[in-house]
C-alpha cells in the first residue's frame, strides 16, 4: 500500500512539473539521524503538500550526505533538481553551509533556486527574544496546549468545540523546544 501511494505521488509531482521541497534531518528517539522530507506540487487546480520521504542516514549527517540522499530519491523517482523551484531548510550548518552544505550543492543543480528559512524554526527562535512581560504570556499558552494535546479526551472535546464554531482548524500541535 505504501509503494502504491509513494508512485502516486512521485506520479503527481512529475506531472506538476515544478514542486518544492521542505527538508529537515532530526535525530529519532533511538539516536538515529533521520532525513525527512516534504513536497509541495500544484495538483489539477490546488496545492498539495505531502511527505516525500523519510530515510536513515549515516552516523554523520552533513550537507553532502543529505544532498546525496535527497538526489538519490529524485532519480528514484523521475524528479530533477531543474524542476525543483524551491527548498526551505531550519538553518543549520549541514543544510545551509556556504561550501559543504546542502543549499550549496543544491544550487550547483539548479542556480535558480529559492532558499527559505522554516517559519516553525522562525517563529521558535523569535519567541526566545519576547520582551519580558509578554513570557509568562507564551509560557501559560504553551503550557495549556500541551495539557489539551496530551490528553486524548481533551482533544476530542476541542476538536468537537472547533468543529461546533466552524473553525478552520480542529486539533492542537504539542510545544516542543527548538534549538
Not at 500500500?1 to 529537515?24: C, G, N, P, Y
Not at 538515529?32 to 520521504?53: G, K, P, Y
Request: net charge neutral; hydrophobic share 40%; charged share 25%.
Amino acid at each position: 500500500m505504501s509503494t502504491d501511494i509513494e508512485s502516486h505521488v512521485l506520479e503527481k509531482t512529475r506531472i506538476s512539473r515544478k514542486f518544492a521541497l521542505q527538508v529537515d534531518e532530526s535525530t529519532d528517539i533511538s539516536g538515529h539521524s533521520q532525513l525527512l522530507a516534504n513536497v509541495r506540487f500544484v495538483d489539477e487546480n490546488a496545492i498539495r503538500e505531502t511527505s516525500h520521504f523519510a530515510r536513515h542516514c549515516q552516523k554523520k549527517t552533513p550537507g553532502e550526505e543529505i544532498f546525496r540522499v535527497t538526489s538519490q530519491y529524485l532519480n528514484h523517482g523521475g524528479l530533477t533538481w531543474e524542476n525543483c523551484i524551491s527548498v526551505c531548510t531550519d538553518g543549520a550548518a549541514a543544510m545551509v553551509g556556504c561550501t559543504k552544505g546542502f543549499v550549496s550543492r543544491a544550487k550547483e543543480k539548479n542556480p535558480d533556486l529559492i532558499v527559505t528559512h522554516c517559519f516553525l524554526h522562525r517563529e521558535a527562535l523569535i519567541a526566545k527574544t519576547l520582551p519580558a512581560e509578554l513570557v509568562p504570556v507564551l509560557d501559560d499558552v504553551v503550557h495549556i496546549v500541551n495539557f489539551v494535546k496530551r490528553r486524548p479526551l481533551k482533544s476530542r472535546i476541542f476538536a468537537s468545540l472547533c468543529e461546533e464554531m466552524g473553525a478552520e482548524h480542529k486539533a492542537l500541535l504539542l510545544h516542543t523546544e527548538v534549538r
